[in-house]
């Protein structure tokens, strides 16, 4: 079943600009992660947040965590084209299983 | 750097044949993941596996099955493709060892079942 719910599902920005993804589960969770997908490749992981975290910092990425609302957001500061991708946020309640969203689509023009 | 490597990038195969996925991993993890992705739905997990011989259902297993006879190699089957199994499959590998559950995805094989 499908935990996490991206938003907005598609998003467009100029080269330099921030891009914020969203993400909304249901459920209580151990962590959430963020993972990036090239067009059609595997899936590489950026970030993961502890249910006890508020923000992280990963580089040109920030992760919040907000367990009140069920939500996280990811932002990428100073955009490049190369962040082109799908964004998908993924949450884990135990063990090692991992419930993923639907996706954003990021398209950074140059 | 962990290796997830899949068998075939691209697989075409007609209605009813029998359908062998591959995937292997070189950090001698014990979880192993089949996810099929499509448009619209994201990643669903198919069947995943804690161990050797040792394999649970996922949230879709309907039409598939898997077997893993070694650690490094887990495998999904489809017994006798259909269309509607046309999709992306991904395998994913982490350790049960980590004290996170990020999990290292292989490049995927797109699939078509004609």
């Known amino acids: 079943s499908q935990q996490g719910e991206e938003d907005p599902q598609a998003l467009s920005i100029q080269e330099g600009e921030n891009a914020t993804m969203n993400c909304s589960y249901k459920?209580?969770?151990?962590?959430l992660q963020w993972y990036r997908q090239n067009s059609g490749r595997g899936l590489v992981h950026l970030i993961l947040i502890r249910s006890n975290e508020r923000e992280k910092h990963s580089g040109r990425l920030r992760v919040t965590l907000d367990t009140s609302k069920k939500s996280s957001s990811l932002l990428i500061t100073a955009s490049r084209a190369a962040d082109t991708a799908s964004y998908f946020c993924a949450t884990s309640r135990y063990g090692n299983k991992l419930v993923f969203g639907a996706g954003t689509i990021l398209r950074v023009k140059s | 750097d962990v290796k997830v490597t899949q068998s075939s990038r691209y697989l075409v195969k007609r209605t009813g044949e029998k359908v062998f996925l591959e995937c292997v991993q070189d950090m001698d993890h014990e979880n192993m993941f089949w996810y099929r992705q499509d448009p619209g739905l994201g990643l669903r997990l198919i069947y995943f596996s804690y161990d050797v011989k040792m394999k649970e259902k996922g949230d879709i297993p309907e039409g598939y099955s898997v077997s893993r006879e070694k650690k490094e190699r887990f495998s999904l089957i489809l017994e006798s493709a259909s269309t509607n199994q046309t999709s992306m499959y991904l395998c994913a590998t982490t350790g049960l060892a980590s004290s996170t559950d990020t999990q290292y995805f292989g490049p995927g094989t797109r699939l078509t079942v004609l």
């Open positions: 459920t209580s969770i151990n962590n």
